[in-house]
Every structure is written in structure tokens, then in C-alpha cells.
């Protein structure tokens, strides 16, 4: 079976520019999950979608980030401008459905100097 | 707002211990809690989820039990080796849509 996808694995961008991250879940899988992991700290969900419904976006930083899940399946993660503290990994999971097993992809490593 | 705590944050021990680590959270009325191991520069793998109707999960030389009323869980590793170094994590589901995880305890298996 084949597991959750990211891509590009790493990225480094000078700050005030914009970063894109693409998902591609487990197929089948109805949850998906952005996920923030700074150095040293447990992952923070960004934000969690229901096939392509928004179930959770809380603690998504909205006047930077953006996120979209098409057709309830791949999903991206834009930030636009990019701070210097977005610097992290950034970690996407899928689940059959909500309070299932998740399972992670590789993460993106973004850099912002 | 569920917290989740683990500690040791790191734990060094030389290779063929048993070894025990915890992870605690504040709020009882769980769903799920899962077990991830995180190697350097990697993504999450599940090790194990127990359901909140469980006591215990078990895989391999890996144990992990649930006491949901004291709010804590533990991560048994039997007979280990040094591939078992790792940042282990444990999340909790404090209900039906939110997750939450712990910092993370940072094992070193010394051979």
C-alpha cells in the first residue's frame, strides 16, 4: 500500500516570499491533516479537512496561510508571505476517517532566511 | 485545552535494557491515543493505537498501556537495540476532530 506523499521534501526561501507544499493522502483515506513540527516540539495541526471540507483550521495563521484539498483528495499549503519563525517541517496525514490510525508522510524542511 | 506531556524528553541507555517511557494528558475523555516513532529528518511512523475501551496494545517487542482516569500512557520497549534510537511521540484524540502531541522523548540506544 502506498503511503502519504509529500513533495518537495525540502524548500528554502528568503523571507516575504511565497511556498507551496502538495499532499497526496493514502487512497481512500477521508481525513487529511497539515501539520507544523518546529525543532525540538511536538507536530501542531494547521489545519484538518473531512474529504474536502475544513473540519479544524484554529490554529492556521489565516492572514498567511491557505490551504485546499481538491475533489477531497491531494492537497496543498500555501504560505504567502513566509516569516522567518515559518522555518519548520511541515508534515501531512491521512486517516480512513476521524479518530482512525494516521499515518505521515516524509515532511516538507522549510527554510526561510 | 488538552496538554500533553512526555518525559524524559531525552533517555540514553546502553543496548539489551528494558526501558519505559511516559506520556501523560490532561484531560481524560479521550478517543484514541497513538504511539509515532520519528527518525532524524523523517516523517512520523505509527507504532501503535489503542482505543479508549483498551488497556494495552502490543507489537512485537513494543507494549503500550492506557490508563485513561490518571490521564497517562506508557511505551514499554523490550530487550532494546540500537535501531530503536529515536524521537518516540504519543498523541492523543480529545475528541471526535482534534489531535494532540506530545514534545516527544529522545532515545539513544547505546550498542
Known amino acids: 500500500e502506498a503511503g502519504v506523499a509529500q513533495s518537495p521534501r525540502y524548500k528554502i526561501i528568503e523571507k516575504r516570499q511565497s511556498v507551496a507544499f502538495w499532499c497526496n493522502p493514502i487512497?481512500?483515506?477521508?481525513?487529511l491533516y497539515w501539520y507544523q513540527q518546529i525543532l525540538g516540539q511536538g507536530p501542531k495541526l494547521l489545519i484538518q479537512?473531512?474529504?474536502?471540507?475544513?473540519?479544524?483550521d484554529s490554529q492556521l495563521p489565516k492572514d498567511r496561510f491557505s490551504a485546499e484539498r481538491l475533489k477531497g483528495v491531494d492537497s496543498t499549503l500555501k504560505i504567502q508571505p513566509a516569516k522567518l519563525e515559518d522555518s519548520a517541517v511541515y508534515l501531512c496525514?491521512?486517516?480512513?476517517?476521524?479518530?482512525?490510525?494516521?499515518?505521515f508522510g516524509q515532511g516538507t524542511r522549510l527554510t526561510v532566511v | 485545552k488538552q496538554e500533553v506531556t512526555q518525559i524524559p524528553a531525552a533517555l540514553s541507555v546502553p543496548e539489551g535494557e528494558n526501558l519505559v517511557l511516559n506520556c501523560s494528558f490532561t484531560?481524560?475523555?479521550?478517543?484514541?491515543l497513538q504511539w509515532f516513532r520519528q527518525d532524524p529528518g523523517k516523517g512520523l511512523t505509527s507504532l501503535l493505537l489503542?482505543?479508549?475501551?483498551?488497556r494495552e496494545q502490543t507489537s512485537g517487542r513494543l507494549n503500550a498501556s492506557l490508563d485513561k482516569s490518571s490521564g497517562r500512557s506508557t511505551l514499554y520497549i523490550a530487550a532494546s537495540q540500537p535501531g530503536d534510537s529515536a524521537t518516540y511521540l504519543c498523541?492523543?484524540?480529545?475528541?471526535?476532530?482534534?489531535?494532540?502531541f506530545g514534545s516527544g522523548t529522545k532515545l539513544n540506544v547505546k550498542p
Open positions: 489503542i482505543q479508549s475501551s483498551q
Open positions: 496525514a491521512s486517516s480512513l476517517r476521524q479518530v482512525t490510525e494516521a499515518f
Open positions: 479537512f473531512q474529504n474536502n471540507g475544513v473540519v479544524d
Open positions: 484531560d481524560s475523555a479521550i478517543y484514541n
Open positions: 487512497s481512500g483515506h477521508a481525513t
Open positions: 498523541a492523543v484524540w480529545e475528541n471526535f476532530n482534534k489531535f494532540y
